[in-house]
């Protein structure tokens, strides 16, 4: 398995223009999202997938796009780049696993990060 | 909202000891805490992930502790070596699932020869 691939990964932008940042994963996982990491600010959620066809704002999702047509692709979309967008991108995969706890069942979510994208906007 | 901390932000040591990362949050209500570890320029790995009923998780010299009712999280390197040196992030997720996460800010640790 590849785990979660992200491509490209560094780009240039000018100021206005438009890129997608592709994300694969080939885990058969559920769910995906994307972060962006900035200095001082840690990692943020921009948008996230619980499932094909289904896609949801995380806490940044202002300038940002994706949608979810096949389970192994989530694809995040810079409408109109600004210089505010200069970060590094993660996309992320989980799944739900069960098993025992003291309390019964129970279920984990371990979340499996790509490499990122390092995206610079001039 | 959730809010995630880690002290202290930067830690040195010499090669062997053990030593502590701190991490806590301010809303009680997670479903599960995961522990990473980022290299210079790299992506995050998964250390240690504790699902809420649970106390602890162990992975080799690694140990993950959780008081969820204190909303404090510590994990635990014993005999630290350099190739231990990365920032080490914590984050939490909310009730619900896990496709969401909400990290600290992250401890970088250097461990000396």
């Known amino acids: 398995n590849a785990g979660v691939t992200q491509t490209p990964k560094f780009q240039v932008l000018k100021t206005g223009q438009s890129m997608t940042l592709q994300c694969a994963q080939d885990m058969n996982h559920e769910y995906m999202s994307w972060y962006r990491q900035d200095p001082g600010m840690g990692l943020r959620l921009i948008h996230y997938?619980?499932?094909?066809?289904?896609?949801d704002q995380g806490e940044v999702p202002n300038g940002y796009n994706v949608s979810r047509s096949t389970t192994e692709d989530f694809p995040l979309r810079l409408l109109s780049a600004a210089p505010s967008q200069t970060s590094v991108y993660f996309c992320a995969s989980s799944y739900r696993a069960t098993g025992k706890g003291l309390a019964g069942e129970i279920s984990l979510y371990e979340q499996y990060f790509g490499p990122g994208t390092r995206l610079t906007v001039t | 909202k959730q809010e995630v901390t880690q002290i202290p932000a930067a830690l040195s040591v010499p090669e062997g000891e053990n030593l502590v990362l701190n991490c806590s949050f301010t809303?009680?209500?997670?479903?599960?805490l995961q522990w990473f570890r980022q290299d210079p320029g790299k992506g995050l790995t998964s250390l240690l992930l504790i699902q809420s009923s649970q106390r602890e998780q162990t992975s080799g010299r690694l140990n993950a502790s959780l008081d969820k009712s204190s909303g404090r999280s510590t994990l635990y390197i014993a005999a630290s070596q350099p190739g231990d040196s990365a920032t080490y992030l914590c984050?939490?997720?909310?009730?619900?699932?896990?496709?969401?996460?909400?990290f600290g800010k992250g401890t970088k640790l250097t461990v000396n020869p």
């Open positions: 997938s619980v499932g094909a066809g289904i896609t």
């Open positions: 809303d009680s209500a997670i479903y599960n």
């Open positions: 984050a939490v997720s909310t009730q619900g699932g896990s496709e969401k996460l909400v």
